[in-house]
């Protein structure tokens, strides 16, 4: 704990810059999410990974979000809501126990 607070004690962070960065994406980082969830539900795996695949790629390509994207799979709509979908691909979802992880830390 120590030789991290010396690793990240003068680090500068730019919440904007950030938030930039990950909005280039278009959400394409949410995609081991929405694979995990379509394996739980019981897709196989290859299956999950090629419509997965897909969405990304088109991601990739165009104009539209992962999200949106996904939702237009018809192999991961038969296995998740789009409600699902928006949940999985929320920065919220992912981030809700950083303040419990940074307390636990003793560094609230």
């Not at 694979?35 to 196989?44: H, N, P």
Request: positive net charge; glycine residues 6%.
């Amino acid at each position: 704990l120590v030789k991290l607070r010396e690793l990240v004690g003068g680090l500068r962070v730019y919440p904007e810059n950030m938030k930039r960065n990950l909005e280039m994406t278009k959400g394409l980082y949410f995609s081991q999410s929405i694979l995990l969830a379509l394996t739980r539900a019981g897709l196989a795996r290859k299956t999950a990974y090629e419509a997965v695949q897909r969405a990304a790629m088109k991601t990739w390509r165009g104009k539209k979000s992962f999200a949106e994207n996904v939702k237009a799979e018809p192999k991961i709509m038969a296995k998740l809501s789009a409600k699902e979908i928006d949940k999985l691909c929320s920065l919220e979802t992912h981030f809700r126990h950083v303040d419990e992880k940074f307390m636990a830390l003793g560094l609230d």
